[in-house]
C-alpha cells in the first residue's frame, strides 16, 4: 500500500508563489509516474503537473504551464510543486498521485493512489 501525503498549502496573495510537498511512504516510489491534480468547488478534478519515474519527462496543463514545475528527489522519497504569479482561479485543493502505468499519463483514471489534498487559496 502507498501513502501519500500532501504539505504547503495555504493562502497567498495574488501574484505569490507557494511549495507544495508530497512525502510518499513506498519503497518503490522510484518506479512511480508521480502527478499533482486540483479540484476547485463545483468543478472537475484536473491534471496540473506530471512527472515520469525518471524525471526525465514533464507534463504541465495549459493553465499553469511556465507558472510551475515538478521536480522530484527518489531519495526522499518527494515531489514537489513549485507555483508562481498564482492567481485567484489557481484556488483548490491539491492532491498528489502516484501512477504505475509508466510514461504518458496524464489523466486522473491512469492514477492508482492519492494524497488527501491539501487546500491553496489565491485571494485578489
Known amino acids: 500500500q502507498v501513502q501519500l501525503v500532501e504539505s504547503g498549502g495555504g493562502l497567498v496573495q495574488a501574484g505569490g508563489s507557494l511549495r507544495l510537498s508530497c512525502a510518499a511512504s513506498?519503497?518503490?516510489?522510484?518506479?512511480?509516474?508521480m502527478g499533482w491534480f486540483r479540484q476547485a468547488p463545483g468543478k472537475e478534478r484536473e491534471s496540473v503537473a506530471v512527472?515520469?519515474?525518471?524525471?526525465?519527462?514533464?507534463y504541465y496543463a495549459t493553465s499553469v504551464k511556465g507558472r510551475c514545475t515538478i521536480p522530484r528527489d527518489n531519495a526522499k522519497k518527494t515531489v514537489y510543486l513549485q507555483m508562481n504569479s498564482l492567481k485567484p482561479e489557481d484556488t483548490a485543493v491539491y492532491y498528489c498521485?502516484?501512477?504505475?502505468?509508466?510514461?504518458?499519463?496524464?489523466?486522473?483514471?491512469?492514477?492508482?493512489?492519492w494524497g488527501q489534498g491539501t487546500q491553496v487559496t489565491v485571494s485578489s
Open positions: 513506498a519503497r518503490t516510489f522510484s518506479s512511480f509516474a
Open positions: 498521485a502516484a501512477s504505475t502505468r509508466g510514461l504518458g499519463v496524464t489523466s486522473r483514471n491512469e492514477f492508482d493512489y
Open positions: 512527472i515520469s519515474w525518471s524525471g526525465s519527462s514533464t
